[in-house]
Nanobody, 121 residues
Framework: ELVESGGGSVQPGGSLRLSCVVS????????LAWFRQAPGKEREGVAA???????NYADSAKGRFTISKDSGANTLYLQMNALNPEDTAMYYC?????????????????WGQGTQVTVSS
């Protein structure tokens, strides 16, 4: 089970840290990722961390967002800085890959319910 928290409303330039508690199956050794979906847009990968600790980010997230995990706490994080209105979306924690050939962060096998992030003045 994947349970997100930490979303909310913030002004442009502000920061938020999203958390995702990973319990049961899948587990923290899987590919873990954050996706987002804005109204009227397709869901997109934002940041991902593979089983070996390697990370990848969407171009829009590079330099502003940081994905990390605390395996002891079974928690995945997404630190988001310098937020702008284009970051407004539902953010989803995700784990696993639907097929071995899929890159971590391109698609996922397991999904949380999402947490809303709204950036506006």
């Amino acid at each position: 089970e994947l349970v997100e928290s930490g979303g909310g409303s913030v002004q442009p330039g502000g920061s938020l840290r999203l958390s995702c508690v990973v319990s049961g199956y899948p587990h923290m050794d899987y590919c873990l990722a954050w996706f987002r979906q804005a109204p009227g847009k397709e869901r997109e990968g934002v940041a991902a961390m593979d089983f070996d600790g390697s990370t990848n980010y969407a171009d829009s997230a590079k330099g502003r967002f940081t994905i990390s995990k605390d395996s002891g706490a079974n928690t995945l994080y997404l630190q988001m800085n310098a937020l702008n209105p284009e970051d407004t979306a539902m953010y989803y924690c995700a784990a696993g890959k639907p097929r071995p050939t899929v890159r971590c962060g391109q698609a996922a096998a397991y999904w949380g319910q999402g947490t809303q992030v709204t950036v506006s003045s």
